[in-house]
């Protein structure tokens, strides 16, 4: 890389990009969080530094997020600054936790319905926080915010280098301030940072009773953290067309969050938009691109402090707004595509969306949302299952012949035991599973039922056609699983 000075040129670009787009959303989820802007301008800082030596995603942008930000909120509003901070920590030492155990291998497991409920409520998530900054606020802000909406909108069509929401706030700024306007500034929530980060260690009684108060929402920091970051990472691979160690990028953000915490950040993860901005429009594929927008971004706040305290709030909201449209999956609520997508599926997104905008824990969502789509493959699966019975006589012997097709599990088989007629069968009954598969001990306790039941009709019961894995479960567990 530093030999090549085409290649360094692409990467610092991106870097400066990227930092300079980070400073607005920092500062509007530190808004959201509830938390001076500083504490997200320097958790974005530190946790683009450390992951882009830590992280097992080259060019991947990881700083403070919105989903974050939500998620701690009501630490900030209910205990104070210094608990969301051991938080923080508690969320990345689960992290790491999480991604030692393997976590990142039960990504396979998440549905792309659930995935794209996950986006679709993040980006309401996003909008209707930004509510509270357009109610009982000086008129002028609403023309304001429709003006830095129309920019951010309109403005790529002429230039697609510098990041539009830059030029929104940059424009707005300067009208507001040479306009003398009275509207609420970035100033207005709290002081910018005029350092570096320190070392910072929260002042909370190391007790029961604070990891009661902060683990519930530390564990819904570390789900939330990971699932953004691992689905941003396979994002960026397809991109990209490489792979990535998702293990190392778990226990990465786990380390970048406790590193972030220690200097009195809000904690953060993967950025789905700053990281399309660095790999898809400038370009960048490694991790100097990383580093380098963290460090442009503590330029940039430190440097121009003042001036980012004049930023009108309008101009933020203008960004989250954008953010928010832009985040929104719209593609999966047209028409066209409802039509031709399975019910299940709509119902599984609806389902995590729903759950997700009414707890405002994306974990919450997206677990429920798993659990409905299991529920609902489950039940497709068991539908398929079919009895197929016909009376066979050879040499004067009757014989009924059972086919059985389908997949045979515990959502299956639990009603295969009333499909056959004990009563009205032959002596001899056959069962054939050729077409069939033994998944777990219920489809055994089923078949040991059947069987149970014919012979006290006096009827011999033969089971035939098990391929290996069925027949080894089939004899392994096979008159142990009674009921006593």
């Known amino acids: 890389m530093l030999r090549s000075p085409k290649l360094l040129r692409t990467e610092a670009l991106a870097g400066l990009v990227v930092g300079l787009a980070l400073i607005p959303e920092a500062i509007a989820f530190s808004i959201i969080a509830g938390v001076d802007p500083r504490v997200g301008?320097?958790?974005?800082?530190?946790?683009?530094?450390a992951i882009s030596f830590l992280g097992g995603?080259?060019?991947m942008i990881s700083a403070a997020t919105g989903a974050i930000a939500l998620v701690i909120a009501p630490v900030v509003r209910e205990y104070g600054y210094d608990y969301l901070i051991a938080t923080v920590l508690l969320g990345g030492l689960i992290q790491i936790a999480l991604g030692a155990a393997g976590v990142a291998r039960l990504m396979r497991y998440i549905p792309r319905s659930v995935m794209v409920g996950f986006v679709n409520a993040l980006a309401i998530l996003i909008f209707s926080s930004q509510i509270t900054h357009l109610v009982d606020v000086p008129w002028l802000v609403y023309p304001l915010t429709a003006a830095g909406v129309a920019m951010i909108v309109l403005f790529p069509r002429v230039n697609t280098v510098i990041p539009a929401p830059l030029v929104a706030i940059a424009v707005l700024t300067v009208l507001v301030v040479a306009g003398g306007l009275s509207v609420p500034?970035?100033?207005?929530?709290?002081?910018?940072?005029?350092?570096?980060?320190?070392?910072?260690?929260?002042?909370?009684?190391?007790?029961?009773?604070?990891?009661?108060?902060?683990?519930?929402y530390a564990l819904g920091m570390a789900l939330v953290g990971l699932l953004e970051s691992l689905l941003t990472a396979q994002l960026v691979d397809d991109i990209t067309d490489t792979r990535s160690d998702k293990t190392r990028e778990s226990l990465g953000q786990g380390a970048a969050n406790v590193i972030t915490g220690f200097f009195g950040g809000m904690g953060g993860c993967a950025m789905i938009g700053q990281t399309m901005i660095n790999v898809k429009i400038s370009g960048a594929r490694t991790r100097v691109s990383t580093f380098l927008a963290g460090v442009f971004l503590l330029i940039l706040v430190v440097g121009l402090g003042d001036v980012v305290a004049m930023i009108p709030m309008a101009a933020l909201v203008a960004v989250m707004i954008m953010v928010s449209v832009g985040t929104f999956d719209w593609h999966s609520i047209q028409p066209s595509t409802l039509r031709r997508m399975p019910k299940s599926e709509t119902t599984v997104m609806l389902t995590t969306v729903a759950f997700t905008v009414a707890t405002h824990n994306l974990a919450i969502g997206v677990v429920v949302g798993v659990l409905v789509a299991m529920t609902l493959f489950a039940r497709r699966v068991a539908s398929l299952t079919q009895l197929h019975r016909e009376v066979i006589t050879v040499d004067g012997v009757a014989t009924a012949h059972y086919r059985v097709t389908g997949e045979l599990f515990f959502a299956s088989s639990n009603d295969l035991y009333a499909q056959f007629d004990y009563a009205a069968d032959p002596e001899q009954v056959v069962i054939d599973l050729t077409e069939s598969h033994i998944w777990d001990a219920?489809?055994?306790?089923?078949?040991?039922?059947?069987?149970?039941?014919?012979?006290?009709?006096?009827?011999?019961?033969?089971?035939v056609g098990l391929n290996q894995p069925s027949a080894d479960r089939h004899e392994r567990l096979t008159g142990t699983l009674a009921s006593h």
């Not at 002042?203 to 009773?209: L, S």
């Open 57 to 59: 995603r080259p060019a």
């Open 442 to 463: 219920s489809t055994v306790a089923a078949l040991d039922a059947v069987t149970t039941k014919y012979e006290r009709h006096g009827t011999e019961v033969r089971i």
């Open 185 to 216: 500034t970035v100033g207005d929530e709290g002081a910018l940072p005029d350092s570096l980060p320190s070392w910072f260690i929260p002042d909370v009684p190391f007790t029961m009773e604070t990891l009661r108060i902060i683990a519930p």
């Open 41 to 49: 301008l320097f958790a974005s800082f530190t946790m683009a530094v």
